[in-house]
């Protein structure tokens, strides 16, 4: 089962940033979030991942609070383009396998 | 740099037929994973692999479904006897390497029907 809780959808005007929140109180200290999306019917597109401190690359921003009870995923200029269901994924941290447990992510509408 | 590619993208089979899906990772990655997305749900894992060897198969129903990562050559997915219920889209994805730091690259997907 996913250690996450989203809010199942959320509307974001184009051009605005769009800020998508993600509980996950139960993570452990070696635990890594994840955030991914999936466009349509398309595979998982990959964004960003944090363990404790935020993070910054050309699609976004991860925010994650300093107890680590809960995270923030930032697309600093939504686009249509960004409409998607948004998963954030809590990832068990070390060196043997782990995959990724989806939840049912946040639907987010980017609205002309 | 080629991404994760699967094929077939879309495949039909009659009930008791079998579905075989082929996955090639990204160049360099030896760590390929499968995922199944039913209808309306979430992605479920279901296999890992590394060249030539199953590490993880605890998402894998336990009969008629199987997976390999040749020495050479894609990852195979084959499912034997398809049902209905095998209806769903099947996705690849694979890794520098193993651990939670390392990020998974997903494919585009294979679009199984089962008529």
């Known amino acids: 089962d996913a250690k996450t809780t989203q809010p199942p959808s959320m509307d974001c005007a184009e051009g605005r940033a769009a800020n998508l929140p993600c509980n996950h109180s139960t993570i452990s200290g070696n635990e890594y979030v994840y955030w991914y999306r999936q466009i349509h019917s398309q595979g998982p597109q990959y964004i960003i991942h944090?363990?404790?401190n935020n993070e910054t690359n050309e699609m976004a921003s991860l925010i994650i609070t300093e107890d680590r009870k809960s995270s923030t995923l930032i697309l600093p200029h939504a686009t249509l383009r960004d409409t998607a269901v948004y998963y954030c994924?809590?990832?068990?941290?070390?060196?043997?396998?782990?995959?990724?447990?989806f939840g049912k992510g946040t639907r987010l509408s980017v609205i002309a | 740099n080629a991404g994760v590619m699967q094929n077939p993208r879309h495949l039909v089979r009659r009930r008791g037929q079998e579905a075989r899906l082929r996955c090639s990772p990204m160049?360099?990655?030896?760590?390929v994973y499968w995922y199944r997305q039913l209808p309306e749900e979430g992605l479920k894992f279901m296999v890992y692999l590394q060249k030539e060897n199953i590490i993880d198969e605890s998402g894998m129903p336990k009969e008629r479904f199987s997976a390999e990562f040749p020495k050479e050559g894609p990852s195979i997915l084959r499912i034997q006897q398809v049902v209905r219920g095998d209806s769903a889209a099947y996705f690849c994805?694979?890794?520098?390497?193993?651990?939670?730091?390392?990020?998974?690259?997903f494919g585009p997907g294979t679009r199984l029907t089962v008529t």
């Open positions: 944090g363990l404790k």
């Open positions: 160049k360099g990655h030896s760590h």
């Open positions: 994924i809590v990832r068990v941290g070390g060196s043997g396998n782990t995959p990724l447990v």
């Open positions: 994805a694979s890794s520098l390497g193993t651990g939670a730091h390392y990020e998974q690259y």
